[in-house]
């Protein structure tokens, strides 16, 4: 999937938001939900090429896979909770989409904190007793 697909795909959704809004808006954030799905979907197979890589440069790195998985997660939640929240933002619920937020920094904090404490752990160790 190249950016001019997704942008074509995109200026196509948005010329026809634009007709639908005003004559079914309901049809509109169908449609807005579907194409952004799409892309979405579209986009699967290079985001699984991009953690096939970060995963190989860890394996290189001899990083421990549990943080290296932690770590795709996380990444993995932001982005679910910004498309979550965007989705809600078009639905026109923006307070809605700022508790998909806020929701999505929590497990985000929740999943860093096995990382957190090797960190602090690491750094009583550096400190002379």
Do not use: N
């Amino acid at each position: 999937m190249t950016v001019a697909q997704v942008v074509g795909i995109a200026l196509v959704a948005s010329v026809l938001l634009v007709l639908l809004r005003q004559a079914r808006p309901e049809w509109a954030l169908l449609l807005s939900i579907v194409t952004a799905v799409a892309v979405f979907l579209l986009l699967v197979d290079d985001i699984a090429a991009v953690i096939r890589v970060l995963q190989q440069v860890a394996d290189r790195a001899d990083l421990d896979a549990r943080y290296t998985a932690t770590l795709l997660k996380i990444v993995g939640v932001a982005y679910l909770a910004e498309f979550g929240a965007q989705l809600c933002r078009d639905a026109g619920e923006s307070a809605l989409a700022a508790k998909v937020e806020l929701a999505g920094k929590v497990v985000i904090l929740l999943l860093a904190v096995p990382i957190l404490m090797a960190v602090l752990e690491l750094l009583v160790g550096l400190l002379p007793a």
